[in-house]
């Protein structure tokens, strides 16, 4: 992944290099007939195991997540933001839920820490004083050219926070950065939140991808390589289910959204 400094063609230049020689692993051991005819259309030569079964495929709504969720589930999630909404949710049903990966939490209460440091910043008025980190930091990025990734990536996290400082009932900024620190964590709970990026190499009987309408997830000014791992993303997400897979779909907006964070929003 490039976002990690990896090269998107780095397999295929060792291959040419060395003149290796290409042996076939197109055998998937994991999913069901009818997963793998999904995710053929990324990846052309995956195969059935001899055996695999049919397997489920359903989509639901998003109000629907309450009955349809059960322990030993896993979330996953394209983006980081829908899956804390999601998971305040089931917490707030009393179910066990957690969202994989202290490294997000960690970069939350970042944000966090960085919206307090503003000067004449007060509590009271986090939210706009959220708003006002956001706008600042898009305006520096802007000025960075192919920066539309990162740019996308803190409207992410910003939505994060800005969810959790609405759900959580805090009086300061440290009992919410508290707070989120709880939320990410590696315990094992019920019920299992991951982005995309992060289920990668994991499997479950059943996988609810949640907004599947964000893989892949498109830019303004997206480059090739950019695209291709998304759709690198989406293949992650259609193979990690052993039994069922069950897609969420978003509910619809009632207005589009705008490059500022409104309070409201």
Known sequence: MGFAGADADSFWNIQRRTGATLLPLSVCYRCPTSHLDMARSIVPEIEAAPGAIAGEIETIEEEQIGNWIRPGDMIICRLTAPLVKICIQLIERRMSA????????????????????????????????????????????????????????LRDRVEAVRVCYQSFEVESAQQLMEEIEKLFNDDEPDIILSTVHKSKGLENDRIFVLYPEKLPLIWEGQQDWEFSQEMNLRYVALTRAKKAMIFIREKPKKKKRRDTFDEAA
């Open 98 to 153: 957690r969202v994989r990966g202290r490294d997000i939490g960690e970069q939350l209460n970042a944000i966090v820490r960085a919206v307090t440091e503003q000067p004449l910043y007060r509590w009271e008025e986090f939210g706009r004083w959220l708003n006002t980190y956001a706008d600042r930091q898009i305006d520096k990025l802007a000025q960075r050219e192919g920066s539309e990734n990162q740019i996308e990536s």
